[in-house]
């Protein structure tokens, strides 16, 4: 008997990504021949999996149309060769070549009433808290200001650090990065949303909450419980056990 099983997406992406990282950051230190030719054939497994990961995202309600097997393979074999030649291009040299998550920020800002605020992704439609990427030149703090007012029109000051979480495990975004999730005070400004990064913009209750929102099951219990005053250890994804090939 056959039994066949379907590997998700998140875990294909991710298994992906690793990979990926894993031949980038080897290409960026060794000087043997015959490991870098190693590491680019990882790579082109890398590629393999990430655009079938990416079609099966976009597969996701659609038909195909008129689209036959040969023509999902030959698109494939096109959209990796080209993902294979922008990593190459991303491979540096030593402690430069060396992939790491990206890092980014997220506010969990309340209300006098307790209502948290939240943004509508224009590029994808999904809602979360107002998140953005660390710039050079500034703490984490201050990009949660930065961000928070450049998004939403709100003034807030950080209160303190809640949340450290994967955002590729958790399905944020399709790029590894760690996101820093800071509980702030609203000090001031007025709700407007940003015309080119957020199709909405608005304060939600518990009991409100706007759908699609993104990974609320993992951080939505400690980011309310900090809304509400409660002190709670700063949140994290627990460790897999065993790590790699456990479930996201």
Request: glycine letters at 10%; proline letters at 4%.
């Amino acid at each position: 008997m056959v039994v066949e099983s379907t590997v998700p997406t998140r875990t294909l992406l991710r298994w992906s990504e690793a990979l990926s990282a894993i031949a980038r950051t080897g290409l960026g230190f060794t000087q043997s021949l015959y490991e870098k030719e190693r590491f680019e054939e990882i790579l082109k497994v890398a590629a393999d999996m990430r655009v079938v990961a990416d079609r099966d995202h976009d597969d996701r309600g659609d038909d195909r149309g008129s689209k036959t097997v040969e023509d999902d393979v030959e698109d494939d074999v096109e959209d990796a060769e080209g993902l294979v030649l922008e990593w190459m291009s991303q491979v540096g040299s030593g402690v430069a070549g060396y992939v790491t998550p990206k890092v980014a920020v997220g506010a969990a800002v309340g209300n006098e009433n307790g209502d948290l605020l939240l943004i509508q992704r224009a590029d994808s439609g999904v809602w979360l808290y107002p998140t953005g990427w660390c710039d050079v030149g500034y703490s984490a703090a201050e990009v949660v200001v930065k961000e928070v007012e450049e998004e939403t029109g709100i003034v807030v000051e950080p209160v303190r650090l809640i949340a450290v979480l994967d955002g590729l495990r958790l399905g944020f975004t399709r790029v590894p990065l760690y996101s820093l999730v800071f509980h702030c005070r609203v000090i001031g400004g007025e709700l407007s949303a940003h015309p080119l990064e957020c199709s909405d913009v608005g304060w939600f209750s518990p009991d409100s909450l706007p759908s699609p929102l993104v990974g609320l099951e993992r951080w939505g219990d400690h980011v309310f419980a900090a809304l509400r005053g409660e002190y709670r250890d700063v949140l994290y994804d627990q460790v897999r056990q065993p790590m790699w090939r456990s479930p996201d």
